[in-house]
């Protein structure tokens, strides 16, 4: 079962704080759990998939703090941790003649992260700047995930961040309506 909890405390009439609890999966796809070997097509690497391969279930927490400025105009900042039970990770294996990559179920892993949105319409400078807005965020990110010796005897650091996983994540858009 999938669970969530989310309350949300009003600061004043135009603040919040939020907080969250919920209960995720990952899910392993097809190639992850293909059951032969096979060519990727992004870096040509063989690569073959693992059919014991299990989802990973992710808790997670949040908290948010929030500013309306007026319409959809908002500034926030947000705190999130990630606890991860058996996450799936890329690893690679020594064949004859070359690497080979796959896919294990790490015993658990870590993410958290900081994120501060701003979402600003241009009206309140001047009525001829109303189509104009802008939407930005930035997040910044640590993962660590560990993954025991005797699932990949050959890695060269059996801690890590988490496979995929950015650390910082920008994102800036104008729109005009």
């Not at 105009?73 to 999130?80: I, L, T």
């Not at 993954?147 to 890695?155: C, G, H, R, S």
Request: aromatic share 12%; glycine share 6%; charged share 15%.
């Amino acid at each position: 079962a999938l669970h969530s909890v989310n309350l949300i405390y009003s600061l004043t009439s135009r603040q919040n704080l939020r907080f969250a609890y919920s209960g995720t999966v990952n899910r392993p796809d097809f190639r992850e759990l293909s059951p032969f070997e096979f060519t990727n097509v992004l870096g040509g690497a063989s690569t073959a998939g693992n059919p014991s391969l299990l989802q990973a279930k992710i808790d997670n927490l949040d908290a948010r703090w929030e500013w309306f400025l007026g319409g959809d105009q908002v500034v926030a900042v947000s705190y999130f941790f990630k606890n991860f039970n058996d996450p799936i990770e890329s690893i690679l294996t020594p064949t004859t003649a070359e690497l080979r990559q796959s896919f294990i179920n790490a015993d658990g892993a870590g993410n958290q992260g900081v994120e501060v949105e701003f979402r600003k319409n241009f009206g309140s400078f001047h009525r001829k700047l109303a189509p104009f807005s802008l939407f930005t965020n930035l997040t910044l990110v640590s993962s660590n995930v560990v993954i025991p010796k005797e699932l990949a005897p050959q890695l060269t650091s059996a801690s890590r961040p988490l496979m995929g996983q950015s650390r910082f994540i920008f994102n800036l858009t104008g729109e005009y309506i």
